[in-house]
């Protein structure tokens, strides 16, 4: 065809041009793909490169190991036991459905706990480990691992958790752990920072109070995954860090005595040492097995718990609210005698009851104890002498001596998050809060430990601990710690504060020595509680009486022995208002329901002749003080005072780590 | 029909001479970097796609050189033919196709699943060619004489875009106009169609399938939708642009073996390939490619006869193409259409069609001066 010459020269110049013009558009368009390519490659490659690290490496955060409870004398009282574990990769399993049967078969798993685990499979992916059985028995375990060469995919894991080894005797002070819930988390960034699923966190107690030096730190593992998030290989390991072991001031032998005291019944025990204000003992009953928490509590344990009409969840001695009764009185007279309203000498004629206003106010003793002054009536507990005492005085000025000895705020700042406050009234807290006036009535009432005013068992074990130190304020604590300030420094600086009182009181010295006496620390440290230390001896030693001469209130429960007699006042506190009936019919306690009982309440310090400790005993509708707590104490006392010299060693030695 | 003239007399030692050595080096070179880049998405092993991609390459590429010493005159006389044959096959593959992910493309030929679509790329170009060959230049412009030309490219194209496989048709669509254009179509027509296109835009988008339309809207947001639609893209900019300048190592492209890169054996080939290589190993690449489409130009150049010149030279842009949209889709300036990297992407059809067309420039070469009446 190329006889046409012209037109297949037509021909071949359009498509010579027409080419040319691609070939230009082929050049700008395969420059422009390198250019995208040096974009992408040169110019923005750090930040591919981050995203491609970022897409395939995953960290794995181990749980961190927690830090274990010791007591004073180095057992260890919350601890990680070493537990079997049965974990399931799902992915690597080739017959789920047969594995689980052949598992359900060997640990003997009901229908409901199989369930659980069929449904928990489900919702998590199949790469994940499912966690089969969080804590086997060695026989479960050992059986496993004899059938293990049939369960292909299981594995028998050897894994840490939390124990309680002492079960039931720690409950409310250390609480328990459980696992962490969303609030925990947000309230928490320690928590948050270090969680895994699974971890286990404080729930109550010290192990709440103590959570960030419990925790200690996540191990982590660098893993590289593939786009489904499945592990390829482990990059790096880094070791975590076990948190910090912590001792407390508990003394496990006399909190097992407490418990034991407590038995089958509701109350608190506290015992403190008056100088360090070191928690000897600190128990609430009745209490339970923390361990029941530890992998889920079955419905029945838990409800068993929630019912009991004891009340076993609350920490009686830091949550209870209790009528001190007639554990107040030794302050009552104390703020009577510090305030110059009564002198020791001062009697009052008991008759059984006093009227006022019309109103009939009962004495304990429906016969009257006869012409009273303040050590008997200290000692034998005079209802009637206190009123009057209490009228003289005034609620208001109770108030301050109270405040000042430690009731009506709590005892640790924020250790125990359900430490209650208590109540201590005065006229201007009714007028605030109730909207009306005070009555002279309520004063006398107050005046022997009822109305108002609530105390909460540590409160009086502290009040009690700062009345027998001759009146110093002490910091209470339950965490041991290496170089601690002992009895010894603490008691001379509470001398330094006694003298310093002294200097200040003295017109004739210079306002220099004075601030300068102000300033110094072991001033502010241990406060002085008292206006006259003449007063505090004497309601101590009223005390004593109580408790060591016949008429006493708690004659009964006395110890002669010099090394481990006691001083203490005895309590009932009402728990319902007597009518004129029944006071007539003159029930016993036995006799009546159990809810209409009365508290028993004891409070108590020895050795008396140097006194070191200081206990409150509350037994709540267990009667009277002096049939039912009085004698807890003597027990207790022996036991304390026995136990003395073996803490000494543990001080002198600097808490040795056993 | 074949005339007696004196390049049918060319010996066989003369034919070998005149083989295009510098077009079959880089032909051949991009075949061993296929079958290494496959080696590399099977994870460092010889497995399935590794096996049988080298196997492919090596046979397509014996069966190009064998193709090769058929006449020019051969293809000219058998341009219809070929055309209607893979049309054929077409309509089988509408009837009795195999489905594969949603898409009827496959035809089972026992010793080898033929993708038609994939052979229509080219003999859309061999049939204009010939129907171009014979046209008048004052004709080719004639409305009468476009309609032919506009069925013969219709037809193929909605039998693609019902499989559906809106990447192919679109190739397939852009290898025709491309001849058209070369031919000498007035420009008019281009602006008209064209505006067509645009109107009609939005038709067309509602007769797409639901996950056609998102791989548009999300070629326009990728970052919407990071974990459905728009992931492939992101993907794939990720491994690109983290090899750097010189990649990431063979074997070591995290992207690829970690499996964050989808289709990586077929159309994201050129990703995994960059992720290890960087961005010398991609320009590399890409020169060599530029080189084949080049030498191809070059025999356009200078053979005797329009068909083979017609042919010559839109293969070359269709080719390019390919390269191109394959590209640009991988690195985010195009939305993601299933078209596959000629001689790189894992697929047996797609090797076949660009060998054959291989094959056909070859034979123009060696007959260049061949005369076709």
Redesign the interface.
Known sequence: MISDGDTSFRKLNTINRRMFIISAAKVVIFTGIIARLFSLQINENKKYLTLSDKNRLREWKLPPERGEFLDFFGNTIAGNLKVYQLHIVPEQVEDFKYLMVRLKDILDLDNSQFAKIIKKKNSQKPWETLVVSENLSWEQFSKVNFYLHELVGAKPVLSVARSYPFKENFTHVLGYVAQASESDLANNEIIKKNHVPGLRVGKIGLEKAFENDLIGSNGVQRYEVNAFGKRINQIDFTAGKKGKNLRLTIDTEVQKLCNELLKDKAGSISVMDIYTGDIIAMHSSPSFDPNLFLYGISHKDWKNIRQDPLKPLINKTVAGLYSPGSTIKPLVALSALENDVISPKFTVRCTGKMEMYGQNYHCWKKKGHGYMNLRNAIKQSCDTYFYEAARKLGVDRLEETSLKFGLGKKVFQDTFIDEKKGLVPSTKWKKDNLGIGWVLGETLITGIGQGYIQTTPLQLCLMTAQLANGGYEIYPRIKAEKNQETAEQIKLKMKQAAVQKKENENETISPVIKARNFFKVGNKDHKVLYRNPENIKFVLEAMWGSTNEVMGTSYGSRIDDKKYQFAGKTGTAQVKRITERQRELELKAIDMPYEDRDHALYVAFGPYKNPRYALSIIVEHGGSGSTTAAPMAKKLFKLIIDRHEEREKIIKQNLPNI | MFQRTITNQLTFFQKIKSFDFILLLCIFLIGLISCFSMYSTDGGEISYHTKSHVVRFFVFFLMMLVLSFFNIRFWHSTGYLFYLIVLGFLIWASFYGITASGSQRWINLYFINLQPSELMKVAIIVCFAKYYH?T???DVNNFKNLLLPIGILIIPIVLVVSQPDLGTSILIALSGL?VL????LNIKYFVYSSLFFVVSMPFVIAFLKPYQKLRILTFFNPDKDPLGAGYQII?S?????????TGKGFLKG??SY???LPEKHTDFIFTLF?EEH??TG??FL?VLY?IV?FRI?RI??FVRS?FA??YC?SFA?AI?IYI?VN??MV?G?LPIVGSPLPIMSYGGSSMLATMIGFSIVMSAKIYHKQ?I?
């Open positions: 014979r008048q230049v004052s491309v254009w070369l031919a000498g993907q900019k990720i491994a690109i642009g983290s090899g750097g300048l995290t992207q970690l499996d964050f960059s960087g961005f991609s320009v890409l530029a489409v130009l356009g150049s329009y010149k017609l030279y842009a390019f191109t590209m640009s690195l300036l005369l009446s």
